[in-house]
């Protein structure tokens, strides 16, 4: 009995808690979609190992200033005087008898395992060494102005996501306010043609637009599911059951500073202008090698005929090195060459970029006039349309007007209420990318 009433109280728990995370569904607004698109996007997760990997290339050119550690082993056998000669020698392992001519001249044959333990410290490498730094560092820099830019794509499409959300949010609404007036024309047909003042025809086209109206609302739920579904696919993170928070205040422009802080802004801008500088230092790099080359080494070895590694005989060797060579081939130049030329292509991708910028900016900005008038016509068609159908409705009550008229006014308030909610949207959509084309959406944002 006890189990019984347990297992009650658990299923009304249970009940409870499902009843009640749909009752108080979280609300959650631009900026948590946002921060948490920053924090778990996998695109931005792909960027950021991009940038990793260039920090990275960036140590390990640095890391070339530093001497280097080389351990070999070598084993060699030969019955060649002068190899055999020089195998006891380093093996300090001559005799008196060793020197009788009949030895010397055919020896035989003798092991030799070597052992050589060197360091290689670059003195000066032509500039070779400073310049792939600089290049390094400049792509490394280039790389994390375009993760940046990355950091902005990814908020104006979660903006984006954003807003299609809240304009199937209000659609819903106004989905739902189509039906509750489609519902109080039915009911008025209904009324008139029991009474006698109406045909069955206006019943049918007012359950027709009912219907209608219906069909919208389950649209527009749709879409908002899919909406939702989106925003949790950019953030990367399961939300559960939430709901988008309005924007309350409309957005305000101030053209001159987007003009006049754009070219400062654009991270991918900035990032040409690196790696510009990267192909130049690039070049000299590669130029470098037709330079003279010094560098320092120090070896310590040992020679044993039995065993690797042995040591019956060692020794050591110091000394500095100087290399210069040229390639009678030219291709050491026409490969310096080829990086100056690809620093020129990408400077005419800077000024086309630079010219583009302030396109992006005029477009955006035209769509966001026209957004704003698009608002202001939605609204004064509302009024008008509400008025229009008050007066429809008190005129078909009194068998002055037809169902059609009365229905056609009622389309004409929906169609404005419609297009007041995408013009809100494209008011928000064009402030989002006036921001995105200046690089300014994730400070104001």
Sequence with gaps: MTKKISLKIFKLIFFFFLTGASLFARELSLKDFIHL?????LDLKASQEEVKAAKLEYEAAKGARFPRLKLEEYFYRSDIPSQVFMFKLNQEDFKASDFEIKKLNNPSARNNFETRLTIE?????????GAEIKAAEFHLKAIEDLYQRKEEEIILEVYKAYLFALLSKESIKVAESSIAEAKEALKIAKA???????????VKRAEVY?????????????????AKKRLEVITNTFLGDFE???????????????????????KDLKALEKEIQAKKYSYRSVLSENLPQITAFASYGLNDKDKPFGSEGNGYILGLGLTWKFDLGLTTLRKAESELKRAASLEEKYRYLKDLINLQIEKAYADYLNANYKLKSA???ISASEEVLKIMKARYQNGLVRMLDLLDAQTQLDQARFGRIEALKEIYEAYAELLFASGLIKEEL
């Design 210 to 226: 009912l219907a209608t109206a219906e069909e919208s609302l389950v649209r527009a739920k749709n879409y908002y599911s899919v």
């Design 192 to 202: 008139r043609y029991e009474a006698g003042t109406a045909l069955l025809s206006d």
């Design 244 to 266: 988008v928070a309005e924007l309350t205040n409309l957005p305000e422009v101030n053209l001159e500073k987007i003009k006049k802080v754009a070219l400062e802004n654009r």
């Design 121 to 129: 410290l670059p003195i000066w490498l032509g500039g070779k060494i």
């Design 37 to 41: 698109a920053i924090k778990n996007n």
């Design 379 to 381: 609204e004064a068609r």
